[in-house]
């Protein structure tokens, strides 16, 4: 009796959809392709309600970098940025993200954004299973603070787990991408030789 | 995931009209965080799972923060970093901004919304277990896991029930054991008794000879052993009969209606006690010389002393019900019955021998035959062997009844003793006393001998399994041999007499022909117990006729039947005594020895419990409820600022929002929303706080958490709110270390006394006490937080 309740369209949202249905009154719309916009590039995808943004990224995308770990949003593997927000992809209905702005580790890393070379210097990683959810989340945080205090890093770090005890050089590749950053922002060269 | 229909709300009314529609198959999803965790998992129950997911994230202008006027509104969709890092909320209301800030991960503030936050399912670890390992009392079933075991996410203030517990939905009576218990530990049994009255009105004798079921399925059991429900049944039972002034008394108001009732077996004697009690006339036809079918006839005294039958008999007497003996309803008494009387109860047994198909057959006597004989007037069967043929309780009753006798049985049963339909306790019994058996034995023939009967059998072997779910025996062929018995009892199933209903009662296949409910044969007519069932136990026809009466009932007051018996749901504050949580042992139950229960049919087996035991049974009951707690952040900050939750429907006090159930901790009705939190401005002499502490600073939910909020006036206390969470299913409000400190200054000994204040009630589990320390912690450090010391905004 309740499936009847509301009317079901199929409809493609977000990226210039053909049907979008609008019924009567009680009009509920419920997608079943959405439009996602990944690091800058439209992808039209066909969804089943129960899969996650983590699962579509790298099963349907082929986005393989965003990992999934916990599956239970514990433990930051699998950390995307969505409309600025770093936000777990295995606690995110791939349903709910059309027209979502989302940036994975694939495209921070073909942007050569400073961090990725930080990491490197600063061998952030051991099994490195981790490390992408690390980097995606200090670039939202860069992307809003370019100045963090160690405190703050910490603090937007918190959520990233890693099993093989990385921490301390994170902070050091954080602090350091920032420094890069901020000098290409005031137009210098920015790289460190 | 499982799969679920997801749409996407546009606004207020289109999400709460699809919630109100789906009949309680729709949820809510707004960051996602807590509800895809219960989904992705397999966690819930299979009728827990959500068939319609209604994302409300993209309903326009619920995301905001603002103040308005004295007060600060917070829209549901508020993210938790959003609030965290409000600078008005920081300066304040900063119990609110650091319960934000303490909220699990930054990205789980991300996503995680204001109205998601707070009505997130209670924690515990049990329930949260991927693919059901742990299936506990809140998923419906038996033990609740957290009483005895790792219990750093429960309650330190007691369980609360959800649903009814294992041993109430054991019991064909659904009685309410822990409530029961509960009296008797209060030291009100007569209390006690009323609870178990409601449902059973007969529990001396159930006390006696009821199979148990709630004992088989008694959380307890999975720890140590089951309470011994039945004997505290029984005791309950002897002490109405022993003082039946109070328990069983004739109505109030008379209804002048007229019942009569086929039949004084249990399920007779069951309707007409609640006829009685709803104030009809009831009167009980019997056509044996004594009242109580087969609790006089069938169930042998040294199990059921006929003298508490019959005291039980006298107590429903004296209520008014009016009993004819030596009557047999024949058909024309039948109808005649059913014109004279507004209403018939026909509950007349299963008393009919069916045929074994042993060739010679009529040289075997009956077993229900037997039983009845010899509680009339004894057989001489001493030094005889005797056959009994059957697997069933009837034949284990026959071959005890027979050791009584001096005689020595041997029963003959063609499985093993594993398909056994009669009772495993009455089976060891009989063992232990000496019957002798014959498993996989089949007699397929007797023979009439001048000094006894000559049993031709044959050996048997387990095949194939049958409908019944038991393995078919087959005979094995060329096995037959023969047995010199002095006497043979066939005690095989027993059918009911349906000679004397009109004809249209039965159909053609000898079955009667009910109507949809079950219970009706006509409007005004119904049968119930062994009568419908064929042979089954008194507890079933306990409930059969308490059932039909509530039919009949019904019929004659032209009203629809009324269920008043459903499981209690989410009653708040079932406590326990957590001492009960030590491994225990049953109390022993007084019982004669084997000889001396073998030197007479009529001195009872086993002796009654006295006062002492039966408190110490009551005690040992972990009046089972789930003990998972409320572990949001921002619920303590919001109660202990006075905040209010508004709705779709109502503007709901946050303290009183929160509540214990299945599958939701707050009060929301069927489509109803979270809209707004509405936190009044504290005055300038005023502090808030809020402290939480888990095992992990970065991602972890709350061992305990507390905010308080105290106004002050000239150094001395004016008023506090001070409020715990993630120590019981819903915020706990500390009232009494509110009160304690009013008119003090805050300082080190005040904080300290009014932590003392919070946990003197406090009930910890069996290994959670050290929660209780950390929680008299936070407090004071809270409530010293809000102090004169304290920097302003302390946090
Ligand atoms: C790893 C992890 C750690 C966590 N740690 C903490 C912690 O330390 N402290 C803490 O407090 N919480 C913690 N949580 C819980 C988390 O804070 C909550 O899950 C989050 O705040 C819920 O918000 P949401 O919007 O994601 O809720 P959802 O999952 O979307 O919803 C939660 C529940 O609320 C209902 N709901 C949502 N919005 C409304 C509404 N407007 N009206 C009525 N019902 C609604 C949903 O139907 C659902 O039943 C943790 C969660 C995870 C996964
Ligand atoms: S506390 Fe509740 S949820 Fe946890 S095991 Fe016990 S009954 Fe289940
Ligand atoms: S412990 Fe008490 S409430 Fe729990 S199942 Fe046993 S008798 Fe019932
Ligand atoms: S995999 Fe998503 S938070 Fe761990
Ligand atoms: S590098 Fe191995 S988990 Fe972090």
């Given at each position: 009796?309740?499936?009847?309740?509301?009317?079901?369209?199929?409809?493609y949202v977000?990226c210039?959809?053909?049907?979008?249905?609008?019924?009567?009154?009680?009009?509920?719309?419920?997608?079943?392709?959405?439009?996602?916009?990944?690091?800058?590039?439209?992808?039209?995808?066909?969804?089943?309600?129960?899969?996650?943004?983590?699962?579509?990224?790298s099963e349907?995308?082929?986005?393989?970098?965003?990992?999934?770990f916990?599956?239970e949003?514990?433990?930051?593997?699998?950390?995307?940025?969505?409309?600025?927000?770093?936000?777990?992809?295995?606690?995110?209905?791939?349903?709910?993200?059309?027209?979502?702005?989302?940036?994975?580790?694939?495209?921070?890393?073909?942007?050569?954004?400073?961090?990725?070379?930080?990491?490197?210097?600063?061998?952030?990683?051991?099994?490195?299973?981790?490390?992408?959810?690390f980097?995606?989340?200090?670039?939202?945080?860069?992307d809003?603070?370019?100045?963090?205090?160690?405190?703050?890093?910490?603090?937007?770090?918190?959520?990233?787990?890693?099993?093989?005890?990385?921490?301390?050089?994170?902070?050091?590749?954080?602090?350091?991408?920032?420094?890069?950053?901020?000098?290409?922002?005031?137009?210098?060269v920015?790289?460190e030789? | 995931?499982?799969?679920?229909?997801?749409?996407?709300?546009?606004?207020?009314?289109?999400?709460?009209?699809?919630?109100?529609?789906?009949?309680?198959?729709?949820?809510?999803?707004?960051?996602?965080?807590?509800l895809?965790?219960?989904?992705?998992?397999?966690?819930?129950?299979?009728?827990?799972?959500?068939?319609?997911?209604?994302?409300?994230?993209?309903?326009?202008?619920?995301?905001?923060?603002?103040?308005?006027?004295d007060?600060?509104?917070?829209?549901?969709?508020?993210?938790?970093?959003?609030?965290?890092?409000?600078?008005?909320?920081?300066?304040?209301?900063?119990a609110?901004?650091?319960?934000?800030?303490?909220?699990?991960?930054?990205?789980?503030?991300?996503?995680?919304?204001?109205?998601?936050?707070?009505?997130?399912?209670n924690?515990?670890?049990?329930?949260?277990?991927?693919?059901?390992?742990?299936?506990?009392?809140?998923?419906?079933?038996?033990?609740?896991?957290?009483?005895?075991?790792?219990?750093?996410?429960?309650?330190?203030?007691?369980?609360?029930?959800?649903?009814?517990?294992?041993?109430?939905?054991?019991?064909?009576?659904?009685?309410?054991?822990?409530?029961?218990?509960?009296?008797?530990r209060?030291?009100?049994?007569?209390?006690?008794?009323?609870?178990?009255?409601?449902?059973?009105?007969?529990?001396?004798?159930?006390?006696?000879?009821?199979?148990?079921w709630?004992?088989?399925?008694?959380?307890?059991?999975?720890?140590?052993?089951?309470?011994s429900?039945?004997?505290?049944?029984?005791?309950?039972?002897?002490?109405?009969?022993?003082?039946?002034?109070?328990?069983?008394?004739?109505?109030?108001?008379?209804?002048?209606?007229?019942?009569?009732?086929?039949?004084?077996?249990?399920?007779?004697?069951?309707?007409?006690?609640?006829?009685?009690?709803?104030?009809?006339?009831?009167?009980?036809?019997?056509?044996m010389?004594?009242?109580?079918?087969?609790?006089?006839?069938?169930?042998?005294?040294?199990?059921?002393?006929?003298?508490?039958?019959?005291?039980?008999?006298?107590?429903?007497?004296?209520?008014?019900?009016?009993f004819?003996?030596?009557?047999?309803?024949?058909?024309?008494?039948?109808?005649?019955?059913?014109?004279?009387?507004?209403?018939?109860?026909?509950?007349?047994g299963?008393?009919?021998?069916?045929?074994?198909?042993?060739?010679?057959?009529?040289?075997?006597?009956?077993g229900?035959?037997?039983?009845?004989?010899?509680?009339?007037?004894?057989?001489?069967?001493?030094?005889?062997?005797?056959?009994?043929?059957?697997?069933?309780?009837?034949?284990?009753?026959?071959?005890?009844?027979?050791?009584?006798l001096?005689?020595r049985?041997?029963?003959?049963?063609?499985?093993?003793?594993?398909?056994?339909?009669?009772?495993?306790?009455?089976?060891?019994?009989?063992?232990?006393?000496?019957?002798?058996?014959?498993?996989?034995?089949?007699?397929?023939?007797?023979?009439?001998?001048?000094?006894?009967?000559?049993?031709?059998?044959?050996?048997?072997?387990?095949?194939?399994?049958?409908?019944?779910?038991?393995?078919r025996?087959?005979?094995?062929?060329?096995?037959?041999y023969?047995?010199?018995?002095?006497?043979?009892?066939?005690?095989?199933?027993?059918?009911?007499?349906?000679?004397?209903?009109?004809?249209?009662?039965?159909?053609?296949?000898?079955r009667?022909?009910?109507?949809?409910t079950?219970?009706?044969l006509?409007?005004?007519?119904?049968?119930?117990?062994?009568?419908?069932?064929?042979?089954?136990?008194?507890?079933?026809?306990?409930?059969?006729?308490?059932?039909?009466?509530?039919?009949?009932?019904?019929?004659?007051?032209?009203?629809?039947?009324?269920?008043?018996?459903?499981?209690?749901?989410?009653?708040?504050?079932?406590?326990?005594?957590?001492?009960?949580?030590?491994?225990?042992?049953?109390?022993e139950?007084?019982?004669?020895?084997?000889?001396?229960?073998?030197?007479?049919?009529?001195?009872?087996?086993?002796g009654?419990?006295?006062?002492?035991?039966?408190?110490?049974?009551?005690?040992?009951?972990?009046?089972?409820?789930?003990?998972?707690?409320?572990s949001?952040?921002?619920?303590?900050?919001?109660?202990?600022?006075?905040?209010?939750?508004?709705?779709?429907?109502?503007?709901?006090?946050?303290?009183?929002?929160?509540?214990?159930?299945?599958?939701?901790?707050?009060?929301?009705?069927?489509?109803?929303?979270?809209?707004?939190?509405?936190?009044?401005?504290?005055?300038t002499?005023a502090?808030?706080?809020f402290?939480?502490?888990?095992l992990?600073?970065?991602?972890?939910?709350?061992?305990?958490?507390?905010?308080?909020?105290?106004?002050?006036?000239?150094?001395?206390?004016?008023?506090?709110?001070?409020?715990?969470?993630?120590?019981?299913?819903a915020?706990?409000?500390?009232?009494?270390?509110?009160?304690?400190?009013?008119?003090?200054?805050?300082?080190?000994?005040?904080?300290?006394?009014?932590?003392?204040?919070?946990?003197?009630?406090?009930?910890?589990?069996?290994?959670?006490?050290?929660?209780i320390?950390?929680?008299?912690?936070?407090?004071?450090?809270?409530?010293?937080?809000?102090?004169?010391?304290?920097?302003?905004g302390?946090g």
């Amino acid at each position: 009796m309740a499936t009847q309740m509301f009317v079901v369209a199929k409809t493609y949202v977000g990226c210039g959809g053909s049907t979008m249905a609008t019924v009567q009154e009680k009009s509920v719309v419920s997608e079943d392709t959405v439009g996602l916009r990944v690091n800058g590039e439209s992808h039209r995808v066909r969804v089943e309600p129960q899969w996650t943004l983590q699962y579509v990224l790298s099963e349907k995308l082929g986005l393989t970098g965003t990992k999934e770990f916990c599956g239970e949003g514990a433990c930051g593997a699998c950390t995307v940025i969505m409309d600025g927000r770093p936000v777990l992809s295995c606690m995110t209905l791939a349903i709910e993200c059309s027209g979502k702005n989302i940036e994975t580790i694939e495209g921070i890393a073909r942007s050569n954004h400073p961090l990725i070379e930080a990491y490197i210097k600063h061998s952030c990683m051991q099994c490195g299973f981790c490390t992408p959810g690390f980097v995606v989340t200090a670039k939202a945080l860069l992307d809003r603070k370019p100045d963090p205090t160690v405190e703050e890093i910490k603090e937007a770090m918190v959520g990233n787990l890693c099993r093989c005890g990385t921490y301390p050089a994170h902070i050091k590749a954080i602090q350091e991408a920032a420094a890069v950053l901020r000098d290409v922002l005031r137009g210098g060269v920015g790289r460190e030789q | 995931m499982k799969t679920f229909r997801h749409v996407s709300a546009r606004s207020i009314e289109e999400a709460t009209s699809i919630l109100r529609e789906s009949g309680g198959k729709a949820r809510i999803i707004a960051g996602g965080t807590d509800l895809l965790g219960e989904m992705r998992d397999g966690i819930l129950p299979e009728a827990g799972y959500p068939e319609i997911l209604v994302n409300i994230k993209d309903i326009p202008g619920l995301d905001y923060v603002r103040e308005e006027g004295d007060r600060l509104v917070v829209g549901a969709l508020t993210r938790l970093e959003d609030l965290a890092t409000n600078e008005t909320v920081k300066s304040g209301y900063p119990a609110l901004g650091e319960a934000a800030r303490r909220t699990a991960s930054p990205h789980i503030r991300e996503m995680g919304t204001v109205a998601g936050n707070i009505c997130q399912n209670n924690r515990c670890w049990y329930y949260w277990v991927p693919n059901n390992a742990f299936y506990c009392l809140r998923k419906g079933g038996k033990a609740c896991y957290a009483l005895t075991g790792d219990a750093r996410y429960h309650s330190i203030f007691g369980a609360a029930r959800v649903g009814a517990t294992a041993c109430t939905r054991a019991c064909p009576n659904s009685i309410d054991m822990p409530d029961y218990l509960s009296k008797i530990r209060e030291g009100d049994p007569a209390a006690a008794a009323e609870i178990l009255l409601k449902t059973n009105p007969l529990p001396a004798i159930t006390g006696r000879v009821c199979p148990h079921w709630c004992e088989g399925d008694c959380a307890r059991g999975e720890f140590d052993e089951p309470v011994s429900i039945r004997e505290v049944e029984r005791f309950l039972g002897d002490q109405v009969l022993n003082e039946p002034e109070g328990f069983y008394e004739p109505p109030h108001r008379s209804t002048g209606r007229r019942v009569a009732v086929i039949g004084s077996g249990p399920a007779g004697l069951s309707a007409a006690h609640y006829l009685r009690q709803a104030g009809h006339w009831v009167t009980v036809f019997e056509r044996m010389p004594e009242a109580g079918g087969l609790l006089v006839y069938g169930i042998p005294p040294y199990r059921l002393p006929r003298d508490v039958v019959r005291r039980q008999i006298d107590a429903l007497e004296d209520t008014g019900i009016e009993f004819v003996l030596n009557t047999e309803i024949d058909r024309e008494g039948f109808e005649e019955l059913t014109r004279t009387y507004d209403a018939v109860f026909v509950a007349a047994g299963a008393w009919k021998e069916t045929e074994a198909g042993i060739a010679g057959e009529q040289c075997l006597v009956p077993g229900t035959e037997f039983l009845r004989r010899t509680y009339e007037q004894p057989q001489d069967v001493a030094g005889k062997t005797v056959g009994v043929i059957g697997g069933g309780n009837t034949a284990i009753d026959v071959a005890r009844s027979l050791l009584r006798l001096g005689a020595r049985p041997v029963i003959f049963y063609r499985r093993t003793k594993d398909e056994m339909p009669a009772l495993d306790e009455e089976i060891r019994k009989a063992e232990e006393e000496g019957v002798r058996f014959e498993f996989l034995t089949l007699p397929v023939g007797a023979g009439q001998e001048t000094e006894g009967v000559e049993l031709t059998c044959c050996r048997m072997e387990l095949g194939e399994l049958d409908e019944s779910g038991r393995p078919r025996p087959v005979r094995v062929e060329g096995s037959e041999y023969a047995v010199h018995c002095d006497l043979v009892i066939k005690a095989i199933v027993e059918k009911p007499d349906y000679s004397f209903l009109p004809a249209d009662f039965v159909d053609g296949r000898g079955r009667l022909r009910l109507d949809e409910t079950g219970h009706s044969l006509r409007r005004g007519v119904l049968a119930g117990g062994d009568f419908v069932t064929g042979p089954a136990t008194v507890a079933e026809a306990i409930a059969a006729g308490r059932e039909a009466a509530k039919y009949i009932e019904a019929y004659l007051v032209g009203k629809a039947r009324v269920d008043d018996e459903t499981a209690p749901v989410c009653t708040f504050g079932q406590r326990f005594d957590g001492s009960c949580l030590e491994p225990s042992t049953r109390v022993e139950v007084p019982a004669l020895s084997l000889t001396e229960k073998l030197r007479s049919l009529t001195v009872e087996e086993t002796g009654s419990l006295d006062r002492r035991a039966v408190e110490a049974e009551a005690g040992r009951c972990f009046n089972c409820g789930c003990v998972a707690v409320s572990s949001s952040d921002l619920a303590p900050a919001l109660i202990a600022l006075g905040a209010k939750i508004r709705t779709s429907q109502r503007v709901i006090d946050a303290e009183d929002f929160f509540s214990v159930g299945v599958d939701t901790s707050t009060v929301l009705g069927p489509g109803e929303m979270v809209l707004e939190v509405e936190v009044p401005r504290p005055g300038t002499d005023a502090r808030s706080a809020f402290l939480k502490f888990a095992l992990r600073k970065s991602i972890d939910f709350p061992i305990v958490n507390c905010a308080a909020a105290v106004s002050t006036d000239g150094g001395l206390v004016k008023s506090a709110r001070i409020c715990l969470n993630s120590v019981y299913g819903a915020p706990v409000r500390a009232t009494a270390a509110e009160r304690y400190l009013v008119g003090k200054t805050v300082d080190e000994a005040t904080a300290a006394e009014a932590a003392d204040a919070v946990l003197a009630d406090a009930l910890p589990l069996l290994n959670n006490r050290y929660k209780i320390q950390i929680a008299r912690t936070l407090v004071k450090r809270v409530v010293l937080a809000c102090g004169p010391g304290a920097g302003p905004g302390a946090g």
